[in-house]
């Protein structure tokens, strides 16, 4: 159980400036639903969608890139093993340790979250807040691994050799896969049959190969019992991540959550779409018990409704020091120019514009069928914020007995009518017991003139089966006028002479 | 009536547009792109402006080239600021009044435009990923139906553009580093290659005339940008290779001389006094 201490602590002077800005934002009428962005309390999903998943931390800056892995394994350390494909050979001072915390700091701050709003009495004025708490859970990683030889026979070539913090870290290059594979299973590296293909490829690109083991004895001098995030930094004109290599079969979805920093704004896919998860919906006020499952079916439909090929934005904020609203309501404090300097933006290191950097969050479930290329990225100039943002509402405490109050409580049941919708058409979760909650407020002889049906173009079993058929059919239709506009015209105005 | 509306469509360039535009309402609503009011007016108010002024300077006529050029902006650029966008459409527009060769423009307006104000500001971008690989058939059958409109030949600079990137890339992809086929599939569902395949490189008053050099132009260009894409590791490679190859177009034309393109000539139209009759 943690508090968001910034809101117990919230003042009066406080909230008017938050009600100022937010009627600033109607106001104004930015491209974005800037007065969506304004609510109290908060509580957050945690980034752990599956038990499997990977988290990188990206850093690009110009042509340099700084890669920071965190690998969920778990097991025994001296069964870690890990091979990551580089374009260049990285020198010791290019490879570094780095602070679990780091990823915990950035997941926490970033993940999607809960905001709670209090609705007014309208036949009194008063106000009631009370904090939430967040939902976290612990991690567990290591790593591991063992011995080579005869590298040279089989025309691989050990380009580097460091020992750096627990690990054991050898740079490869390789003439052609067989000796680079008969190699690693020498040397005790498993490679899933699926990542076996594309071995070659990556040779013929030239890419080197990070090889990483666990060594037992410094882990016991460091006296570590988890192994740490390791970090590379190197110059390239790629900006990649290689997926393949860890691929282990079609069917089997893994998780990855990229971190990403850069001075100009968004980082996006270039070779698969960016899809903003969903945002800004009104939910009902019992998600708030079972946030993480919420989001994690949210999520899931996401992927789904994307035909499982798009990577998902999760966050996107400017988060440069000097840059004054980090987040409206932040779920934790924001990264500090500690973290930056961490996790290798090292420009960021004061209050001024040279230390702009602007945090993109990404999440990809990839799986061999529907990714079959590696994800490319660009270094976008879009600094539009966005936060996987989920908005619950508290009724109105006390007596409902006056006139406005009837009023209340009937805009409070279409209102959550309209949440427990949502949460259908977001999440798929639906009830009868959800009835409850809608109709809370409203006495029993009124519920029978209020219910009213609505009106469905399509009818609902499609809609539900084919979240997407209403779109679908549009753009069908669209292309079918076209064409037969096409012919048409082709047809009725030949020259007839 | 209809007849009245369907004469519309003798200009390939209405149908290019309500192709173009029902692209838009597909990213729309199949791709959930956001409805960016205030990006699609930045390029619009500008572009027509700057038509106008061209149309009363050089006793030029008409909008729908602008039109078109301002369609392909909002379906390709994306700008961080609305005078970004802005600057882009007047580029787009004016670099057919300014920079022109026999008579003609070469540059390819919104090509011109889009590299300029990426190259110049760095406050522009082109989403590649954004069209997804699902979007093939769609571009598949827009590109049909506006190519077997105009027929005239244009059919052949597309082709030869993309069979020539899918030879290139077939060799390196699939024969030389050994991905699976799949990744070569992959490749080129990209929409934007498809859109700049159908409605860019097809543009028949900025590529050569004579039919063959026509052919073997567009080659070059697909050359340039699978050179771009793996030695520059330019994600948009094509367009960049559009533009430095478009100062050939008039010396092209000068070499190899052929009749002069019009929209409304009679290679594809309909005469319209049949029409009345």
Redesign the interface.
């Known amino acids: 159980m943690e508090f968001d201490s910034n809101s117990i602590q919230t003042s009066n002077t406080y909230i008017m400036k938050k009600l100022i800005f937010c009627l600033l934002g109607w106001l104004v009428l930015s491209p974005q639903s800037t007065d969506a962005f304004c609510g109290f309390y908060v509580a957050r999903a945690d980034a752990k969608l599956v038990n499997h998943q990977s988290e990188v931390i990206l850093v690009r800056d110009g042509q340099r890139t700084v890669i920071t892995m965190s690998s969920d394994f778990q097991g025994d350390v001296k069964d870690f093993a890990m091979v990551v494909p580089v374009p260049v050979v990285l020198k010791e001072k290019d490879i570094r340790i780095a602070n679990q915390l780091l990823f915990d700091r950035l997941e926490a701050y970033s993940g999607p979250r809960i905001v709670e709003y209090y609705d007014q009495n309208p036949c009194y004025a008063d106000r009631h807040y009370s904090a939430l708490p967040s939902m976290s859970m612990s991690r567990a990683e290591t790593l591991d691994m063992v011995i080579m030889e005869n590298a040279e026979e089989l025309g691989v070539t050990i380009e580097a050799s460091y020992t750096i913090g627990e690990y054991d870290i050898l740079i490869l290059s390789a003439k052609e896969s067989t000796g680079l594979k008969t190699w690693l299973v020498q040397n005790g590296y498993q490679i899933p049959k699926q990542a076996e293909e594309v071995l070659d490829p990556y040779i013929r690109n030239n890419l080197k190969f990070f090889v990483v083991k666990v060594n037992l004895e410094e882990m016991e001098a460091l006296g570590f019992q988890n192994l740490r995030p390791i970090q590379m930094e190197f110059e390239s004109d790629r900006f990649m991540l290689p997926l393949r290599l860890g691929m282990a079969n079609a069917e089997h979805a893994q998780d990855m959550v990229v971190y990403a920093f850069t001075r100009s704004g968004r980082i996006e896919a270039t070779n698969y779409r960016t899809v903003k998860v969903p945002t800004n919906r009104d939910i009902p006020l019992f998600v708030q018990q079972d946030f993480g499952r919420f989001y994690k079916d949210v999520f899931d439909r996401s992927y789904e409704r994307e035909q499982r090929k798009a990577v998902f934005l999760e966050y996107a904020w400017d988060v440069s020091p000097r840059a004054n609203m980090k987040c409206d309501p932040c779920v934790t404090d924001p990264p500090v120019l500690a973290d930056f300097k961490e996790a290798g933006a090292d420009w960021v290191s004061g209050y001024g514009p040279d230390s702009d950097v602007f945090f993109t969050r990404l999440r990809v479930r990839y799986t061999r069928d529907k990714f079959p290329q590696d994800l490319l990225f660009q270094v976008t100039p879009n600094r539009e914020n966005f936060q996987a943002r989920y908005v619950t509402r508290h009724p109105a405490k006390g007596d409902l007995s006056c006139a406005e109050g009837g009023r209340y409580i009937n805009d409070l049941t279409r209102r959550r009518q309209k949440e427990v919708d949502e949460l259908a058409s977001l999440a798929g979760w639906r009830s009868a017991d959800y009835n409850n909650y809608i109709y809370e407020f409203m006495p029993q002889e009124w519920i029978p003139n209020f219910r009213e049906r609505r009106n469905e173009v399509l009818p609902l079993w499609l809609k539900e089966r084919f979240p997407n058929a209403p779109h679908w059919l549009l753009a069908i239709a669209a292309i079918v006028g076209l064409l037969a506009m096409g012919v048409i015209a082709k047809r009725f105005l030949k020259p007839t002479a | 009536m209809i ?1 009245t509306f ?2 519309l ?2 200009d390939p360039r209405v ?1 290019q547009l ?2 173009l535009g ?1 692209l838009l ?2 990213g729309l ?4 792109w956001s409805a ?1 009011l ?1 990006r699609w007016t930045a390029f619009a108010i500008p572009a027509l402006l700057t038509q106008w002024m061209g149309n009363q300077l050089t006793g030029a006529r008409g909008y729908k080239s602008a039109w078109i050029t301002i369609f392909g902006l909002c379906l390709l650029l ?1 700008a ?1 600021s609305w005078w970004v966008a802005a600057l882009c459409a007047i580029l787009s527009i004016g670099v057919k009044f300014v920079i022109r060769a026999d008579g003609k423009h070469f540059f390819n307006p919104s090509n011109f435009g889009i590299v300029v104000v990426i190259l110049l500001t ?4 082109i ?8 979007a093939f058939w ?1 571009f598949a ?2 590109g049909g ?1 506006m190519l ?2 105009i027929k005239v030949k244009r059919l052949s600079t597309a082709i030869a553009f993309i069979a020539t990137l899918f030879f290139l890339e077939s060799i390196r992809t699939v024969f ?5 086929f ?2 070569l ?3 080129f569902a ?1 929409g934007a290659l498809l859109l700049f395949t159908f409605f860019m490189i097809t543009d028949p008053v900025t590529t050569p005339r004579h039919h063959v050099a026509r052919i073997v132009w567009a080659a070059g260009v697909a050359v340039l940008a699978f050179a771009l894409t793996h030695w ?2 330019l ?1 948009t490679a094509p367009i960049y290779a559009l533009i430095i190859l478009s100062p050939l177009t008039p010396l092209i034309n000068r070499w190899f001389p052929a009749e002069k393109f019009l929209w409304n000539s009679t290679q594809i139209q ?2 319209p006094q ?2 009345i ?1």
Do not use: C, M
């Not at chain 2, 760095?122 to 971008?125: N, R, S």
């Open positions: 007849r369907l004469r469509f003798n149908l309500s192709i029902s309402v597909y609503v199949a791709l959930n960016e205030w994306y961080s760095g406050e522009a971008w989403s590649p990923g954004q069209w997804g690989s699902g769609i059958i827009g139906a077997t409109t030389y580093l050994g991905w699976g799949d990744v599939v992959h490749q990209s520059v590791y994600y309909f005469k049949t029409l009759s």
